[in-house]
């Protein structure tokens, strides 16, 4: 209807219609998810800061995506549907340790690629495991998070036979600390025993991580950077070809635990943005969450070093000209408008603009891709280098320049944690991306229902100037394109409510 207003989309465009494949069938995929990694805090996307200098040379060989999008803005929804190739609306991952509805679980990179390769996955973030239990059919070898850990006190992993069941009854709810536990005495007992194995892992490692050993935040899972990375590099080295394997590193996610080595390395003059406070504003002052951002930023080096070190030992292997390989992440983090981190109700671009880099076998050229793409393309792109069969129930499409065409779509992001994955999407945060154009509509939120942002991000990418005002056209479609997928995601819901 405004085919001007949308602006133009830049691509490789000597990629379009290039098709490529996996040089061969033996040829090795490996998916790399760093959680809570921000597109905007890389330097590989223009970030002033030097945070991720072996993953920008790694891009120097691999398709970079520089317009890509996470389905929502933490763990569940993230990785479900970059896993599924749906949207969190369809798949109902989208509260916090959710799960994917039955009837979609079969649609996952693993039951879909087949037995022709060796399906293995690792996933460090607990969530992100709890999807993995549910896609345990079609997994050859399933590593459970605490595999490199220095200490770990997570129940569910001791009942392989209902491990799903287990988390939600042990460790959600008998041994749970920030409410009222299952067993006063169980849980306390548990928190004494905890407290003193986490003094004597703080006291062992405190001269390699004086900020304090990486954790697992509540579920009291403690690791070191470089044993994880190492670990994971020796496992690659010993599955059988082919294989695809699944890596979700919990760093950066917070809390900010770097190695010494990276404490204190940007110690500069930068200073963001300074951006309004909005209604779900937490308070934090910008100053303290700019020393935040300098934190994680360290973080984000810190494995990115070690990243650096796997892929040398992949060369080192033999494993890396044969090996296709993804970057990516399930969400990003926010240092501004008082807002911390991704427990929030906000869908602004540092929460959701996030990395994907691929690099296909014996690729030796940077190719720059500026068309928008979403989390759940990865699935149907990596099912399309396999040559495994698409379901058409998937909403993801073939990304551009490996395999799909620059076509003109829209992105969609939720967040409904508050939300029940039983009914109608009633409280929520909805965005649509656009062109240059991207529309966040607040629904359910007391004193802030049936509220609307609109951006230009090709003029405004720091997202300071709403448009919904004075561009009520674009505002209006926009609208009424999301009004359009909601309808289609609460349908089932509504038909089941009107039944009763």
């Known amino acids: 209807m405004f085919p001007s207003m949308w602006g133009s989309r830049a691509l490789d465009t000597s990629l379009i219609g290039n098709e490529k494949t996996l040089a061969t069938h033996s040829s090795n995929i490996v998916v790399f998810l760093f959680d809570s990694l921000s597109a905007k805090n890389m330097s590989l996307y223009g970030y002033p800061r030097k945070t991720t200098p072996n993953i920008d040379e790694f891009a120097r060989q691999s398709y970079v995506y520089h317009k890509h999008y996470a389905s929502g803005n933490f763990t569940t929804p993230g990785t479900a549907s970059l896993l599924t190739g749906l949207y969190p609306w369809t798949t109902r991952a989208f509260t916090q340790a959710g799960l994917v509805r039955d009837e979609f679980v079969k649609f996952n990179l693993f039951d879909l690629v087949g037995n022709s390769y060796f399906r293995a996955a690792f996933a460090q973030n607990v969530w992100a495991d709890l999807l993995l239990q ?18 770990d006190r997570t129940f569910y992993k001791f009942f392989p036979g209902d491990r799903l069941a287990s988390f939600r009854g042990i460790d959600e709810f008998m041994f749970q600390e920030l409410e009222l536990p299952g067993s006063l005495f169980l849980a306390s007992l548990n928190r004494l025993n905890v407290m003193d194995a986490q003094k ?111 892929i040398k030992s992949l060369h080192e292997s033999g494993l890396f000209e044969n090996t296709a390989i ?12 008082g807002i911390l981190g991704h427990v929030t109700e906000v869908l602004y671009e540092p929460l959701i603009h996030i990395p994907l880099i691929i690099r296909l076998p014996d690729q030796t050229t940077q190719h720059d891709i500026l068309a928008r793409t979403s989390a759940i393309d990865v699935l149907p792109t990596l099912l399309h280098l396999t040559k495994a069969p698409i379901p058409d129930q998937l909403e993801g499409t073939l990304l551009p320049g490996i395999s799909g065409e620059n076509k003109e779509r829209s992105i969609f992001a939720l967040e409904a944690k508050n939300n029940s994955t039983k009914a109608m999407l009633s409280k929520a945060t909805y965005a649509i991306l656009k062109g240059r154009y991207k529309l966040i509509y607040y629904a359910g939120y007391p004193d802030y229902d049936k509220t609307f942002e609109l951006y230009d991000l090709e003029n405004d990418p720091d997202e300071l100037n709403d448009l919904s005002s004075s561009r009520p056209n674009i505002a209006s479609e926009l609208m009424a394109e999301l009004m359009e997928e909601i309808e289609k995601a609460d349908k089932p819901f509504r038909s089941a409510s009107s039944n009763d």
């Open 326 to 337: 993804v970057i990516t992440a399930d969400h990003g983090e926010a240092f501004e408008r």
């Open 134 to 151: 549910q896609f345990h059919s079609g997994l050859d070898s399933h590593f459970l998070p605490d595999m490199f850990s220095v200490f």
């Open 200 to 310: 004597r892992v703080t006291e062992r490692y405190h001269s390699i991580y004086p900020r304090g050993v990486p954790n697992l935040g509540k579920y009291k899972d403690f690791f070191l950077v470089e044993s994880v990375f190492q670990g994971v590099g020796e496992l690659i080295r010993t599955l059988p070809s082919p294989f695809i394997f699944y890596i979700h590193f919990f760093p950066p996610h917070e809390p900010y635990f770097p190695n010494k080595r990276y404490i204190d390395i940007f110690h500069d003059d930068y200073l963001p943005v300074q951006k309004f406070e909005n209604h779900f504003t937490q308070g934090f002052t910008q100053e303290f969450l700019n020393d935040k951002r300098r934190e994680y930023d360290e973080y984000i080096a810190n494995a990115d070093a070690e990243f650096g070190s796997l």
